[in-house]
């Protein structure tokens, strides 16, 4: 990977620029591309220059990642720490900073406080001087963390523009709030900055003179953390298993007794295995027998699913394996999401199969045969180009607030109107602000097709794949943004929009099969062509496309917005940023 000073050089050939010119100043650089051309220019460049994908990661990533540390913060583009961390969802902007309110062993522990290649957010100048106000929920973590936490910073030397900008800034604000030092390995400090940053910063700095001492300084703090390990543990010949929080399990009963259920063999091992919890080790927790588990984690795949595939328990059984567990989901069979394709597909993947620990859960998931494809439609088949959805759009064409405008929405989702109450009430309002045919016209003339749409479209279709739409947007745009491809399509559900004779709206009419209606719509496309849920993949990106999965189907969530992206039991995959439908091939 290319030092900083040899991405200044590769940019500036990339863009005609030269360093000298701006007095070796790398930002005032970054800054003047970004003006004189743009900043899609300015963040190709630097793409070019860091090539990730001809990269791996090395072994002072494998040390990194081998460590428990509360968190771990980079300023780097590349992606070799999320490939090392195994990282599915690392926090790259603001928006991500919501993953940190999930149960703790859920929450991710990389964040990137600059941005990836694909949305490099801070990178000149002006930049790194609004960083704090650009992103303060970043700030406050770090801050956060900080406080709570000794910081090593690790691979920074004193001319590094990452350092000077934001890593000295910070430790100046967290002196007031720590009552130890921070530690810094850095590269080639002088005596006197050692001297220097100890007594102003009270950051202590270890001195890193060859490239090869990076690995062997975490080699030492492996074996010294292993070590100290292995001093602490409480563990003694004799001892009895203790459970969480110091309780003695139970001894397992097996008492069955009158209250009798089904336990879904599907959940129980996904949510065991998946947290690489090993049968024993639930045993001890929970106080229900090894084998026991084993036996209520097999499921009859030979029947069709129902209740018939699952195995007798106690219901004291399932609360102790809940507690153990603790799910995000009931494991009693009966339950609404009994049949999602993530618990099935991870049970058919991974039951007796052999497999790399390290290595992440979610890949390639599904390996049957895709027989249909149902797409939601903005965000999903049109580019995200518009901070508001197309009726937030609508509503402000004729002088409405976002507030007033999702206010009905409020109502809707809070059970207060029905959907086609929803429709008249709009109807009512839009026509009532004069509302027409030209407001229509030049909300919908600004949408735009996702690039490789037709492409995608045939490649289905030679595929022998369905392709369908179910949406909450209106028939005529979608037509419109179609075209032609439009042929490809088999069935359309979406809303629709009548003007009078005037050109004034007149009518709203709405269709039974968004929110919570997409999972019938796919269960019914599933009928008619004969096959499982699961053998049908569903492609959304927000709040309204959620229910999709109760459905059984897989469910590909890109471009997300307003959506839990990160809840796997409701979107199987993700595609952050996807800027092109071909995409979505490698998910059929």
């Known amino acids: 990977m290319p030092l900083w000073s040899e991405l200044a050089q590769l940019v500036a050939e990339k863009t005609g620029e030269s360093l000298s010119s701006y007095g070796g100043d790398l930002f005032d650089m970054f800054d003047s591309i970004a003006r004189k051309t743009n900043r899609a220019r300015l963040d190709d460049a630097v793409r070019a220059a860091i090539p990730e994908d001809n990269f791996d990661p090395g072994l002072v990533h494998q040390l990194i990642a081998s460590l428990p540390w509360a968190r771990v913060y980079t300023t780097n583009y590349d992606n070799l720490l999320i490939r090392a961390l195994g990282e599915k969802f690392p926090i790259i902007d603001e928006k991500d900073y919501e993953l940190l309110s999930l149960p703790l062993d859920r929450q991710p522990r990389l964040i990137h406080l600059h941005g990836t290649l694909a949305h490099m957010h801070t990178l000149g100048g002006r930049d790194y001087k609004r960083w704090s106000e650009k ?190 567990l603790r799910p995000e989901t009931s494991l009693e069979y009966g339950k609404s999401d009994d049949i999602l394709a993530y618990y099935i597909e991870y049970y058919k993947n991974n039951w007796r199969q052999p497999r790399a620990k390290s290595s992440p859960q979610q890949d390639s998931l599904f390996s049957g045969r895709t027989r249909s494809v149902v797409f939601d439609f903005g965000g999903t088949l049109t580019k995200p180009q518009f901070k508001e959805n197309t009726w937030e759009r609508i509503w402000k064409s004729v002088g409405f607030t976002l507030e007033e405008a999702n206010e009905l929405h409020h109502q809707f989702s809070a059970g207060k109107i029905t959907h086609r109450q929803w429709c008249d009430l709009t109807c009512e309002k839009l026509r009532g602000a004069g509302f027409c045919r030209q407001h229509f016209e030049a909300v919908s003339g600004n949408i735009n097709a996702m690039p490789g749409l037709r492409s995608t479209f045939e490649e289905l279709r030679s595929r022998g794949i369905a392709i369908h739409i179910v949406s909450g947007s209106l028939r005529t745009i979608i037509e419109n943004v179609l075209d032609d491809s439009s042929r490809y399509v088999d069935s359309i559900r979406s809303n629709e929009m009548y003007f009078d004779a005037n050109g004034l709206l007149s009518k709203v009419i709405g269709h039974a099969y968004d929110f919570e209606g997409k999972a019938r719509f796919i269960t019914m496309v599933a009928e008619g062509l004969g096959c499982h849920p699961i053998d049908i993949l569903f492609i959304g990106n927000s709040l309204n496309d959620e229910k999709a999965a109760t459905s059984g189907a897989r469910t590909l969530c890109v471009n997300p917005k307003h959506t839990h992206f990160y809840v796997e039991s409701m979107w199987n995959n993700v595609i952050r940023e996807m800027t092109d439908l071909r995409q979505i091939v490698q998910f059929l």
């Open 135 to 324: 992103h303060p929920l970043a700030h406050n973590r770090l801050i956060s963390d900080g406080t709570e936490s000794t910081i090593l910073f690790l691979g920074y030397s004193n001319s590094d523009p990452h350092f000077r900008q934001l890593i000295l800034p910070m430790i100046e604000e967290l002196k007031a709030e720590r009552g130890q030092n921070n530690h810094s390995w850095m590269w080639r400090p002088s005596p006197d900055q050692i001297e220097l940053f100890n007594a102003r910063d009270h950051l202590e700095v270890h001195s890193i003179e060859k490239d090869a001492e990076w690995a062997a300084s975490l080699e030492i703090l492996k074996a010294a953390y292993l070590d100290l390990v292995g001093t602490l543990s409480p563990q003694k010949s004799g001892e009895a298993a203790q459970q969480p929080g110091g309780v003695a399990a139970p001894k397992n009963k097996h008492l069955l007794g009158d209250r009798t259920t089904k336990i879904n063999g599907y959940k129980l091992f996904y949510y065991r295995d998946n947290r690489s919890i090993s049968r024993e080790n639930l045993s001890r927790r929970s106080g229900v027998e090894a084998w026991r588990i084993a036996e209520l984690e097999k499921v009859n795949t030979e029947k069709n699913l129902g209740p018939e595939c699952f195995k007798v328990c106690s219901h004291e059984e399932i609360r102790s394996l809940e507690k153990a």
